[in-house]
């Protein structure tokens, strides 16, 4: 098991980004040999007996899909998919399912890959299933994992997980009061955001998957002047397990508003979850009281460093691995 193929987003092998690369280095840690390969090469996926790893989202790789799903299941490889999209809510939420607004159907019309809406997340999934794959899923939610399981598809719950390219506390002045780092083309976080700010918040709000300017070491000065990150997901009770990460690695406030079922991160220890409608009275109580944010925001950054982080992540990856090997021995 120690040769491992893990698939790549980006189209160009050598422009990694986001998670990808502490990803393969946490695999590097753990003594892997790791070959990459990306959508444009599907033909190089590994033969029968070693690991293929689809890292964040089946349906964005159509060409790598189809030809798994062409491969006689006695020449395929063993497959892992560790997912971190989003999928529709749980019966348990009591939430209706969630509507899609005009940039998600445009994608859906036309097949773009690039489509992370929850239907198409979980339409994936369900036809992989079908077809026998993956043989290890991993889900980076409980939410994620309690929906799936209502329709018959077991995964093992493993959060990504926080790792040094996520940031560091700088120890400089927290000068910008309240951020929203994050994609600004959503209608309901859009709504949400707009409530603050007529609620006499004084609200940053940034991001881009293109602008260098909130990635890497600019991100990090970005949060460690934040006093408050505030969380509003694409769809209620959606958990953003990655922003939150991104706040207490960098010692901000996370004020989110409900998640259904935030582990591994525990509200009032190591963010404050609130109803949108009490959002702006609790972030005007925690920019008056910086004793009880400091406390808050320092149990959290030991917690992600010391407890929730990608390399854990990573080692229960490899265990599910290697008994998925020991309990398919010919």
């Known amino acids: 098991m120690n040769r491992i193929t893990v698939t790549l987003r980006r189209r160009e092998r050598k422009a990694l980004s986001g998670i990808e690369t502490p990803f393969i280095e946490s695999l590097a840690r753990c003594g892997c040999d790791v070959t990459l390969i990306s959508e444009d090469t599907p033909a190089e996926i590994p033969p029968a007996g070693e690991w293929l790893v689809i890292f964040g989202n089946a349906a964005w790789y159509p060409k790598i899909r189809r030809r798994l799903m062409a491969t006689p299941r006695h020449r395929r490889p063993y497959v892992l998919l560790w997912h971190s999209e989003p999928l529709p809510p749980a019966r348990a939420t009591g939430l209706p399912l969630p509507g899609l607004n005009i940039r998600e159907v445009a994608k859906i019309v036309l097949r773009d890959a690039r489509a992370t809406d929850v239907y198409t997340n979980y339409f994936t999934l369900r036809s992989l299933h079908r077809a026998g794959i993956p043989d290890v899923l991993m889900l980076a939610s409980r939410g994620r994992q309690e929906f799936l399981a209502e329709r018959g598809i077991p995964g093992h719950f493993a959060p990504l997980g926080c790792d ?14 309240v951020l929203f780092l994050g994609i600004l083309n959503v209608p309901r976080r859009n709504r949400l955001l707009q409530t603050l700010r007529n609620q006499n918040i004084n609200l940053t709000t940034a991001g881009s998957w293109t602008d260098p300017a909130f990635w890497g070491d600019n991100r990090t000065v970005l949060l460690n002047r934040a006093k408050i990150l505030v969380n509003m997901a694409r769809t209620p009770a959606e958990f953003s397990g990655y922003r939150l990460s991104l706040g207490m690695v960098n010692k901000a406030l996370v004020v989110s508003e409900p998640i259904y079922r935030p582990e591994p991160f525990v509200p009032g220890k190591h963010f404050v979850m609130v109803p949108t409608a009490e959002m702006a009275a609790c972030i005007s109580h925690y920019l008056n009281a910086e004793d009880e944010r400091r406390a808050i925001t320092e149990t ?3 917690f992600v460093h010391e407890e929730a982080s990608l390399q854990r992540s990573t080692e229960r990856m490899l265990g599910l ?9 010919p």
Request: glycine share 8%; net charge negative.
């Open 164 to 177: 040094s390219s996520m940031g560091r506390d700088l120890g400089i002045s927290r000068d910008i009061d």
């Open 321 to 329: 691995m290697e008994d998925h090997e020991r309990n398919n021995q």
């Open 300 to 302: 959290a950054s030991r």
